[in-house]
């Protein structure tokens, strides 16, 4: 009977132990969730890096644990705050933008460069199809049938007039603090475009946007920067006015009138004719801080090897617009539709939790 006893209060004093050492571990591993770094991810606002940033944070926050949060920032304060260790990622950096701080910062260290997220990219000035070639469907007739080039542009400048100065046209430039609103200002000097046309810069890609999407749908005439791989162009059929080729020394010009100082009017009649040329057709990587990059090689290996590529991102874009869906939505769509993809950048147990977790939304 003693015995009995003694092995019953034995029994329940390990199970004791072995609960308290559970409960103990499940902390520790609580703790350990909890105590990995929050990994923040840029988001200097357009829709393939919103796109990009909530796919790399998905598998980020259920693959590897770590918590991730997006920071709207501009690209000046994105470019500081990825040296100064504040920003962890960047998804898109459309370095032929800001080559000079590019070059430096990977040479002295300070960022990391990772692989491309996507293989091509275009940028620069476009118009509506319908403007030049017509569009019997919609009883448009042609309004600039020779409108090839940035050279053609100053005889229609009456067709795209600006509403508030109309002895000008107006060209709609890219969002105020993205680098490339300098770019396109340098190159409308170069090109003399300032004699007749005004430029106008949105605050947001929402309004940029809008301002081509607008005019489209009502069949009216637009010229404006934009870009690809975006769901507009793949939604709109627009064409890429022709410029000078791309060039090193003219990107250099470039390069040095927007570090020299304020890109405004008061360059304006200054700017050589050399400083005009074609943006060019890169492929886009990815960038970590360096201190992320030492803190978090598993990310890093992750990240590095993340690929997506132009036309995927041309169909994302376009599932999320048509069906005005919120980015998270057109992650998991992603996900769904693209798993060879996704699951080729990950070990088998990262793919496995991804996808546990992607089995209960």
């Not at 490339?180 to 005004?198: H, P, Q, S, W």
């Amino acid at each position: 009977m003693f015995i009995r006893k003694k092995s019953v209060l034995l029994f329940l004093v390990t199970a004791m132990f072995i609960f308290s050492a559970c409960q103990a571990a499940a902390v520790e591993g609580e703790e350990a969730v909890e105590d990995k770094e929050l990994i923040t991810f840029a988001d200097t606002q357009w829709q393939s890096l919103w796109i990009n940033n909530a796919i790399a944070m998905y598998i980020v926050e259920h693959g590897y644990g770590y918590p991730t949060e997006s920071v709207t920032v501009t690209t000046a304060v994105m470019q500081q705050s990825l040296v100064d260790d504040e920003v962890d990622v960047i998804m898109e950096v459309w370095w032929s933008n800001i080559e000079e701080w590019w070059d430096t910062e990977r040479q002295s260290g300070t960022i990391v460069e990772l692989g491309e997220i996507f293989e091509s990219s275009a940028q620069g000035f476009y118009v509506p199809r319908y403007v030049i070639e017509g569009d019997e469907e919609r009883g448009i007739e042609p309004m600039a049938p020779d409108l090839t080039s940035v050279d053609d542009l100053p005889k229609y400048k009456d067709l795209f007039a600006d509403p508030e100065d109309p002895e000008k046209g107006l060209i709609t430039s890219c969002v105020t603090g993205w680098n490339c609103a300098e770019v396109i200002r340098i190159k409308t000097y170069a090109y003399g475009l300032d004699e007749t046309f005004n430029i106008v810069e949105p605050g947001s890609s929402g309004a940029l946007d809008a301002g081509i999407a607008g005019p489209y749908k009502k069949g009216e005439p637009v010229v404006s920067y934009y870009w690809e791989p975006t769901w507009l162009l793949g939604v709109y059929d627009m064409v890429l006015l022709e410029e000078p080729e791309y060039t090193d020394e003219c990107w250099a010009e470039i390069t040095e009138i927007s570090a020299a100082g304020v890109v405004d009017d008061s360059l304006a009649g200054t700017v050589p004719s050399e400083a005009g040329c074609s943006f060019e057709n890169i492929g886009i990587p990815k960038a970590v801080s360096a201190g992320m990059a030492d803190r978090n090689p598993d990310l890093v290996e992750f990240l590095d090897t993340m690929f997506i590529g132009t036309d995927n991102l041309n169909k994302i874009s376009a599932y999320m617009t048509e069906n005005e869906a919120e980015v998270e939505e057109a992650a998991i769509w992603y996900f769904e539709n693209y798993e060879d993809q996704w699951r080729s950048w990950l070990s088998e147990d990262v793919a496995e939790k991804v996808a546990t977790a992607l089995a209960s939304e």
